[in-house]
């Protein structure tokens, strides 16, 4: 089956730091892969598309200068929450979509946690 | 994308069927049902999707209503590593379409 994989699985970092996280499909190439958040006792809530070779399109609310997405390959979304700061400690978890089936499948998501 | 209503949460017995049931009557015929779940601290898993026929795969069976205002998903077996929030969700089947996530059913499976 479509495997996803997200890595780092968790990070701890200081406010003001950045914090880069990758989303790989492993099995499939995905021109589109997508960012959700995710916060305690709280559904998905979908972030940015991110388009490879283009720029990703960010739902209303998400700053994109501070989710800094870059989809380089048909393999590979990153995720970068520059400046972090406590507000920004969530859930973080990738889809990515297969073309041939259209369907989205997920990574294992990233718990980060900013002090 | 359509609305879906879903309950908040069921309980299952172990061994036995479990029947998640999904409105979404306001579905139009372009629409998908899918169905994921996502079990604690983990990513969302896909389970099936449909879009007027029943369907069945190794994990589940999706019974879809005539009129597509409803469906069933259907654990035949549930387990105790069932346990999780089911997410049903409708989409066009488009590339690029996004998902959208409602509360889902936490279904817990009991011994």
Partial sequence: ?115 | DAKTTQPPSMDCAEGRAANLPCNHSTISGNEYVYWYRQIHSQGPQYIIHGLKNNETNEMASLIITEDRKSSTLILPHATLRDTAVYYCIVRVKAAGNKLTFGGGTRVLVKP
């Fill in chain 1, 1 to 115: 089956g479509a495997v996803v994989s997200q890595h780092p699985s968790w990070v701890i970092c200081k406010s003001g730091t950045s914090v880069k996280i990758e989303c790989r499909s492993l099995d499939f190439q995905a021109t589109t892969m997508f960012w959700y958040r995710q916060f305690p006792k709280q559904s998905l809530m979908l972030m940015a598309t991110s388009n490879e070779g283009s720029k990703a399109t960010y739902e209303q609310g998400v700053e994109k200068d501070k989710f800094l997405i870059n989809h380089a390959s048909l393999t590979l979304s990153t995720l970068t929450v520059t400046s972090a700061h406590p507000e920004d400690s969530s859930f973080y978890i990738c889809s990515a979509l297969d073309t041939a089936t259209d369907t989205q499948y997920f990574g294992p998501g990233t718990r980060l946690t900013v002090l």
